[in-house]
């Protein structure tokens, strides 16, 4: 499917006004009657419910939905795989593996930095490097070789969760459990800024590799000919979306289907090409899981759902008519 550059303008357009009507509606929608109106006049509590917990919750749903929906849009590329997700390469699991470690040794902080957070980023470093010594042979990186390393490096890595969460206690168990299920709390300024800067600075890196991404998705040979230099925009491409997936997830925890079903529905919406599909995908990931997040906070208010449930029970369905949808618009 290929777009004209009015279609491409358009369909960019339409879901940044999807995400901004997301971002704009979402943090009055709460248990809490809170209106805008009494925020903005900076009356208590209002103000603190709406810009002190809401804002911030919905601001960082946004930018890891966005994070997400953009790593799957590149490790698709990069193993030629609509089924391909940012928890493929084993990125995910490894930052998992270092939570969990964070949890059952009771670690809190380290060095003023939130222990699970650093230890999620540590195991998710960790696991990116094992790979890519594992699957580069010469300066060529075999995408067989990636795949194959990452399956492995999962598997792993969930034994020894496993095998943790089988020796941990009653409370650490029940932490394991709530954080591998993925959660969105409300962030620390600084920290939706850093986050903000690390996630819109990949955004610019992968639509200026758009171009190369879409001869990459075609084939590695097709690449080859072009002039692509293969070996370095593979580790590129895996560095990248390694990278994006490592930092949100060492935030949120696993929140599943997010990198699986926005790239993939996307692809079906606007086409193959990078230089569209990447930034659409951004938008409706990042207005989808501030969505997801929205209910997971409200549906059973005052008691939460992890945002992962509600990704996962809403976009398995959806998946599936995504993909009896497109095999009968191919029949008819």
């Not at 925020?39 to 960082?60: N, Q």
């Not at 849009?73 to 084993?90: N, W």
Request: glycine share 12%; aromatic share 8%; hydrophobic share 60%.
């Amino acid at each position: 499917m290929s777009l004209s550059r009015g279609q491409f303008a358009g369909a960019i357009g339409a879901a940044a006004l999807f995400l901004c009507v997301v971002l704009a509606v979402t943090p009055l929608i709460g248990s809490s009657d809170a209106t805008l109106a009494r925020a903005l006049a900076g009356e208590s509590p209002d103000y603190e419910i709406l810009f002190g917990v809401r804002l911030p919750r919905v601001l960082l749903a946004a930018l890891a939905g966005g994070a997400l929906a953009l790593a799957g849009v590149i490790f698709q590329a990069l193993l030629r795989d609509a089924l391909a997700t940012p928890f493929t390469l084993g990125v995910s699991n490894g930052a998992a593996l270092g939570a969990v470690v964070a949890i059952c040794f009771g670690l809190r902080t380290i060095g003023g930095v939130p222990a699970l957070w650093l230890c999620a980023l540590i195991g998710a470093l960790t696991t990116m490097w094992v790979v890519v010594g594992v699957a580069t042979e010469g300066r060529r990186m075999s995408s067989f070789t990636l795949l194959l390393t990452g399956v492995t490096i999962n598997s792993i890595c969930m034994a020894v969760i496993l095998f943790l969460h089988y020796s941990a206690g009653l409370t650490q168990s029940f932490a394991i459990v709530r954080w591998l299920m993925g959660g969105i709390d409300s962030p620390a300024p600084l920290t939706l800024v850093l986050l903000g800067a690390a996630v819109g600075l990949s955004f610019v890196l992968t639509m200026w590799k758009a171009n190369e991404l879409n001869l990459l998705a075609v084939g590695e040979e097709w690449a080859l000919t072009r002039g692509v230099n293969l070996g370095v925009l593979m580790k590129f491409a895996f560095l990248l979306g390694s990278l994006l997936t490592a930092v949100v997830t060492s935030m949120t925890g696993p929140i599943g289907f997010i990198g699986l079903l926005v790239p993939h529905g996307m692809r079906l919406a606007v086409g193959a090409d990078h230089r569209v599909l990447a930034p659409v995908s951004f938008l409706v990931g990042a207005g989808f899981l501030a969505l997801c997040d929205t209910a997971a906070r409200t549906l059973l208010a005052p008691a939460e759902i992890p945002v992962g449930v509600i990704t996962a029970t809403l976009g398995g369905p959806f998946f599936i008519w995504l993909l009896r949808s497109r095999r009968a618009s191919v029949w008819m």
